[in-house]
T-cell receptor, first 115, second 109 residues
Framework: NAGVTQTPKFQVLKTGQSMTLQCAQDMNHEYMSWYRQDPGMGLRLIHYSVGAGITDQGEVPNGYNVSRSTTEDFPLRLLSAAPSQTSVYFC??????????????FGPGTRLTVL | KNEVEQSPQNLTAQEGEFITINCSYSVGISALHWLQQHPGGGIVSLFMLSSGKKKHGRLIATINIQEKHSSLHITASHPRDSAVYICAVSRNTGNQFYFGTGTSLTVIP
């Protein structure tokens, strides 16, 4: 199993550009999520999905869009990049077990710089 | 407000020392997670626990549900243990996780 994969590893954008960060998992996990990690702050939830066709907003959703057409893939779209979106982005997945007793598996991260 | 607080923020130790990282949380949880992140690297799960104590090699994680507190211990620390250690909690209601800001550990040879 490849686990959780993310592409690209690094990306530089200009303000106003759009792009899609890719995330895929091969563990048949129902739950997938996107986080951003900024210096001095904990991981913050952007969007999450509890299954194909179902997505919801997290703590910091503005400026981002997601879709979940298959169990495996959960892309994150930046609609119009801003310097405030410079961050490291992590995708994660987990089984959906009753009671929230889930171990999360993280992708390797995408380091995004917006100029 | 932070649902999860970690201490210390930064920690430097000599190789061989016993290390403790603390985590306190303020919400009802179904599980507490300890994660490890190496510089420039991804995040891996070390422990997931809902009660008592777990041990894996030189790492030990404990949780006190009544006090809403967990500790991560590293015995006989080694420079390869240098990393950021993150405490996170998952709640009873759904699959959302709340993360601490991490403890940056440096172990000097």
């Amino acid at each position: 199993n490849a686990g959780v994969t993310q592409t690209p590893k690094f990306q530089v954008l200009k303000t106003g550009q759009s792009m899609t960060l890719q995330c895929a998992q091969d563990m048949n996990h129902e739950y997938m999520s996107w986080y951003r990690q900024d210096p001095g702050m904990g991981l913050r939830l952007i969007h999450y999905s509890v299954g194909a066709g179902i997505t919801d907003q997290g703590e910091v959703p503005n400026g981002y869009n997601v879709s979940r057409s298959t169990t495996e893939d959960f892309p994150l779209r930046l609609l119009s990049a801003a310097p405030s979106q410079t961050s490291v982005y992590f995708c994660a997945s987990s089984y959906s077990l009753a009671g929230g007793y889930n171990e999360q598996f993280f992708g390797p991260g995408t380091r995004l710089t917006v100029l | 407000k932070n649902e999860v607080e970690q201490s210390p923020q930064n920690l430097t130790a000599q190789e061989g020392e016993f290390i403790t990282i603390n985590c306190s949380y303020s919400v009802g949880i179904s599980a507490l997670h300890w994660l490890q992140q190496h510089p420039g690297g991804g995040i891996v799960s070390l422990f997931m626990l809902s009660s008592g104590k777990k041990k894996h090699g030189r790492l030990i994680a404990t949780i006190n549900i009544q006090e809403k507190h967990s500790s991560l211990h590293i015995t006989a620390s080694h420079p390869r243990d240098s990393a950021v250690y993150i405490c996170a909690v998952s709640r009873n209601t759904g699959n959302q996780f709340y993360f601490g800001t991490g403890t940056s550990l440096t172990v000097i040879p």
